[in-house]
């Protein structure tokens, strides 16, 4: 069955930067758009950024344009986020998903950025 688990949030400063990892088994990695999405306390979960099957072309929510990054790995089935110049509005809990089962979450990683 398809899993994905998230890692690689923390504690980090405004301006800071964080990498995101999401390792994923169960279905076949390669065939799927990947995308990664989140959700602040009080608020509903949001797409961020998602990826095409080759890494060829990805899109990202206007609020973090510029400063965050998606990118995969088809031979190790993992997917990342490069988040730079963080901001506090960018503490939620962050999930990644993928088009094979699109109602399957995992359970996250969570991104604090504080001073």
């Known amino acids: 069955q398809v899993q994905l688990v998230e890692s690689g949030g923390g504690l980090a400063q405004p301006g800071g930067s964080l990498r995101l990892s999401c390792a994923a088994s169960?279905?076949?990695?390669?065939?799927?758009?990947m995308r990664w999405y989140r959700q602040a306390p009080g608020k509903e979960r949001e797409l961020v950024a998602e990826?095409?099957?080759?890494?060829?072309?990805?899109n990202y929510a206007d609020s973090v344009k510029g400063r965050f990054f998606i990118s995969r790995d088809n031979a190790k089935n993992v997917v990342y986020l490069r988040m730079n110049n963080l901001k506090p509005d960018d503490t939620a809990v962050y999930y990644c998903?993928?088009?094979?089962?699109?109602?399957?979450w995992g359970q996250g990683t969570q991104v604090t950025v504080s001073s």
């Open positions: 169960g279905f076949t990695f390669r065939y799927y758009v």
């Open positions: 990826i095409t099957i080759d890494g060829g072309r990805a």
């Open positions: 998903n993928t088009a094979a089962a699109p109602n399957y």
